[in-house]
């Protein structure tokens, strides 16, 4: 069964760079042909897909977050990580990394981020 963890810091400054890792148990992130994506839900708001890199190790961005965004991973670790830069108060949110093929079918349970001063 495959289960994915996110973890990395709850609170980062205005302006940094918020950075997380999500780790994959039970399922390599090289099994074709699965993307690991990064979404997220900002308070009160609903599901943001902010992008993905496959089994491949392609990448896929959100236009609207492209500027600012690198997904990468490590398949020694079996990890694949989300950096988002220039930070403003309003990338708060839970921030989820999940498994997709034909649907989003596995989900860590989130993490909360709060960017304040």
């Known amino acids: 069964q495959v289960q994915l963890q996110e973890s990395g810091p709850g609170l980062v400054k205005p302006s940094q760079m918020l950075s997380l890792t999500c780790t994959v148990s039970?399922?390599?992130?090289?099994?074709?042909?699965?993307?690991w994506s990064w979404i997220r839900q900002p308070p009160g708001k609903g599901l943001e897909w902010m992008g993905a890199?496959?089994?491949?190790?392609?990448?896929y961005y959100s236009p609207s977050l492209k500027s600012r965004t690198s997904i990468s991973r490590d398949t020694s670790q079996n990890q694949f990580s989300l950096q988002l830069s220039s930070v403003t108060p309003e990338d708060t949110a839970v921030y989820y990394c999940?498994?997709?093929?034909?649907?989003?079918?596995?989900w860590g349970q989130g993490t909360q981020v709060t960017v304040s001063s």
């Open positions: 890199i496959t089994y491949d190790g392609s990448t």
């Open positions: 039970g399922g390599s992130i090289t099994t074709s042909y699965y993307a």
């Open positions: 999940v498994r997709a093929r034909d649907s989003c079918d596995v």
